[in-house]
């Protein structure tokens, strides 16, 4: 219940949609009920006598009617009594109810001849029609507004927060189980949504006004008519809890079908180096049969409920016809042109006592959704502002590492420990040390994707802990060895987010970058798409894109993950020259496998196993007798080893 309580709440901003909607509902259930009751000034104007009624009783002449010379006897005067008698027994109760409402609807349709009748009754069920389904359009579209309108709030509601979420986050869930989230699981929440204000507020309206007509012809046969209601009831709520469980495996199959398609689209390359189409084909298939019985076990589900209450319905329906029928034709209960309209008013009502009956199904299906959307929505970001956090002033001093230490889980192995390091204002560090030391993980930490789980990072003085993530980023360039540049053009690649940025400032950055000459030669130059990922272009054209787009924000720390590493040496000499121009006068962390790359480096520090081993600079390093000696003569053993 709290779940769903919780999709409604999306639906605040549409209030006043929904409330136009229900006005709409209420005027489509009544009008609908009025066609069934109109039917019967219809029938009887079509097939009924044509009878003139006095005041006094019926016309003077008929046998037993009257006395000698047309005047009323004695046995006349009875008569009269009689029936004034009946009349007024018939109009108690729910007896009177229904001949007073006959009464009122006769008169404002009855004319001085059935053709005149018959064109008013025409004229009025057409005003009928018209209003009914003047309503219904209305309903429709006011509910899919303000459907539409919530399933787009509820989705850049996730996206946000998506944003919002740490780095670890998103290292531990699978990227198309949160495309699936985003698209697939949202959508099915409208369901829900449609089902609470829709089929909850627009049918019952319906079984109200119906059941109102059946109570009023004949609250016996109606009475008869509900004596299945309990089972229905018992038999939907059972399926509802069935299909919920279907729903979520469903939406789980969803999910990994996504997640491998997202997969195998971005590592094609890989896919076809290993000629293992076959293997991926085969998977897919096995997800997609997979998905298919999710499928199958959820339709069959859904749509059990449906057939059991039109079943139960037409067994009360046919029981209603034997009974009802018998007492007419044996002159009880009600007169036959009652009885046609009791039972057109009943099949009417099946209609939306079938939507109810399917209604429990949606809503569950919807809350099985909304539970994995939900489940992303209430997961808390890692990295977020504390409490009267600042905006980080501008770097003029140094950043300092004061006995870091960072774990990634509670059980794994440290992956930092004890690590002192400070970085001068406007001095270049470069990083090195086997894979898997810490490096990246330290610049990680740098740019506050992940806070120490000991010591603290200052930038002059102040922890990050106590400055706002945004001003820490605004100050940082980040350029990595797997480069992302997204499905847009060059221009905008480099200006990302910045949407007014004149062109020769873009210009003169992809210069600075190396990159403005093969620009150039594009199809379309700067207004060249580059492809999802930048599939267009080579590594170490991309590199390039990424340095110019680093070099236009213009940061004061700038960040290299191994960002030459692989290239070949003629993309790496252009890249590197756009490195070193961007470096100047800026703070510098540099990654590198390739020691020729951090040679120029102010200060080497040498990471293994999550501690620095060694600092200084490349000259003097390559003298000690340590790690740093040692991956140099790995890397340069064709030439003449360093001697230890």
């Not at 006095?54 to 006897?73: F, H, I, L, Y």
């Not at 018992?234 to 919920?244: E, H, K, N």
């Not at 003085?461 to 001003?471: C, E, N, P």
Request: with cysteine.
């Amino acid at each position: 219940m709290n779940l769903y309580l919780r999709v409604l709440s999306y639906v605040k901003p549409y209030w006043y949609f929904m409330a136009g909607a229900m006005v709409c509902m209420a005027c489509f259930a009544l009008t609908s009920s009025a066609t069934v009751w109109v039917a019967l000034p219809f029938l009887q104007t079509l097939f009924g006598q044509e009878t003139v009624q006095t005041v006094q009783g019926t016309p003077a002449g008929q046998p037993g009617q009257t006395g000698q010379g047309g005047q009323p006897g004695q046995g006349g005067q009875l008569d009269v009594a009689q029936d004034s008698a009946n009349r007024l027994e018939q109009r108690t109760g729910m007896t009177g109810l229904r001949e007073t409402l006959k009464d009122r609807t006769n008169d404002l349709i009855r004319r001085p001849t059935k053709q005149a009748t018959l064109e008013r009754l025409c004229l009025i069920i057409l005003f009928i029609l018209l209003l009914k389904n003047i309503s219904s359009y209305l309903q429709a579209y006011l509910m899919a507004y303000a459907e539409n309108g919530v399933i787009k709030d509820l989705r850049n509601h996730l996206y946000i927060h998506l944003h919002r979420l740490s780095l670890s986050y998103f290292h531990r869930e699978r990227t198309g189980e949160l495309i699936s989230r985003v698209s697939y699981d949202v959508m099915k929440i409208n369901g829900t949504i449609s089902a609470a204000f829709g089929t909850l507020v627009k049918e019952p309206m319906l079984v109200v006004v119906f059941l109102a007509i059946l109570l009023i012809l004949s609250w016996q046969l109606t009475l008869v008519s509900l004596v299945l209601l309990p089972l229905s009831v018992l038999v939907i709520t059972t399926v509802g809890r069935r299909l919920r469980r279907s729903s979520t495996a469903s939406q789980e199959a969803m999910a990994d079908l996504t997640s491998t398609l997202q997969e195998t689209v971005a590592g094609v390359r890989v896919v076809k180096a290993f000629n293992m189409e076959s293997f991926e084909i085969g998977k897919f298939k096995r997800q997609t049969q997979h998905y298919f019985r999710t499928l199958l076990r959820l339709t069959h589900m859904h749509n059990l409920a449906s057939p059991i209450t039109e079943i139960l319905g037409s067994a009360v329906g046919l029981a209603i016809l034997w009974y009802g029928g018998r007492q007419v034709l044996e002159g009880g209960l009600l007169a036959p042109e009652d009885f046609l309209t009791f039972f057109l008013a009943l099949f009417s009502m099946m209609k939306p006592v079938k939507e109810l009956g399917q209604v429990h199904n949606r809503i569950q299906e919807g809350i099985a959704a909304a539970d994995r959307v939900f489940s992303v929505l209430d997961t808390a970001p890692e990295i977020t502002d504390a409490p009267g956090a600042v905006p980080l002033p501008d770097l003029r001093r140094e950043i300092r590492l004061d006995r870091v230490d960072f774990r990634y889980d509670s059980v794994s192995d440290p992956a930092l420990e004890e690590i002192d390091l400070v970085v001068q204002a406007g001095e270049t560090v470069a990083l090195v040390g086997p894979s898997g030391g810490g490096k990246s993980t330290l610049v990680d930490l740098v740019a506050r994707f992940y806070d120490p789980t000991g010591g603290r990072i200052e930038i002059d003085g102040k922890d990050l802990r106590s400055v706002t993530v945004a001003s820490l980023r605004e100050k940082m360039g980040i350029v990595t060895q797997d480069v992302i540049l997204f499905n847009d053009t060059v221009r905008n690649n480099i200006a990302y987010g910045v949407a007014d940025m004149p062109l020769d400032r873009i210009q003169s950055a992809a210069a600075a970058a190396n990159a403005d000459a093969f620009i150039e030669q594009l199809p379309d130059g700067y207004d060249t798409f580059l492809g999802e990922r930048g599939v267009r272009l080579s590594g170490g054209q991309r590199q390039r894109i990424a340095i110019a787009r680093a070099i236009l924000k213009d940061p004061q720390i700038l960040i290299f993950d191994e960002a030459t590493s692989s290239l070949d040496t003629e993309s790496e000499l252009l890249v590197q020259e756009a490195i070193d121009r961007l470096m100047k006068g800026r703070t510098a962390l540099v990654i590198a496998h390739r020691l020729s790359t951090v040679q120029k480096a102010d200060r080497v520090v040498v990471v293994d196993r999550g501690r620095i081993v060694q600092s200084g600079v490349h000259g003097s390093l390559i003298q000690e007798d340590g790690l740093y000696r040692k991956l140099y003569n790995l890397q340069f053993r064709d030439q003449e080893p360093v001697a230890e």
